[in-house]
């Protein structure tokens, strides 16, 4: 689930980071349309996140049910460092440069 919802991301976003920020490039690559079509490859993914249906929210919360990201006080995404590194993400404080 994770590298093809990520990908768009890679060196553009640091965390923490507002949640508009992860949905604009997820609208401008396409990211959500993508990822539901892998489902009719063969090979790509067989079942769909439990809350795909509700959009790039519903996927969103899924990523937070796995503990790939969670919500700070003020509303903005937070991700733990070894996913945030993974995925090639920045982190705030420090200029993206993975």
């Given at each position: 689930?994770?590298?093809?919802?990520?990908?768009?991301?890679?060196?553009?976003?640091?965390?923490?980071?507002?949640?508009?920020?992860?949905?604009?490039?997820?609208?401008?690559?396409?990211?959500?349309?993508?990822?539901?079509?892998?489902?009719?490859?063969?090979?790509?993914?067989?079942?769909?996140?439990?809350?795909?249906?509700?959009?790039?929210?519903?996927?969103?919360?899924?990523?937070?049910?796995?503990?790939?990201?969670?919500?700070?006080w003020d509303g903005r995404i937070q991700m733990p460092g070894i996913?945030?590194?993974?995925?090639?993400?920045?982190?705030?404080?420090?200029?993206?440069?993975?």
């Amino acid at each position: 689930m994770g590298e093809p919802l990520m990908e768009p991301l890679r060196k553009r976003i640091t965390v923490p980071c507002p949640v508009e920020d992860v949905l604009d490039l997820w609208k401008t690559a396409g990211t959500i349309k993508n990822y539901e079509s892998t489902v009719s490859r063969p090979g790509g993914v067989k079942l769909l996140p439990p809350h795909f249906s509700e959009g790039p929210s519903g996927v969103l919360r899924d990523l937070k049910d796995l503990g790939v990201l969670d919500y700070i006080w003020d509303g903005r995404i937070q991700m733990p460092g070894i996913y945030r590194i993974a995925f090639g993400l920045g982190r705030g404080g420090e200029p993206c440069s993975l």
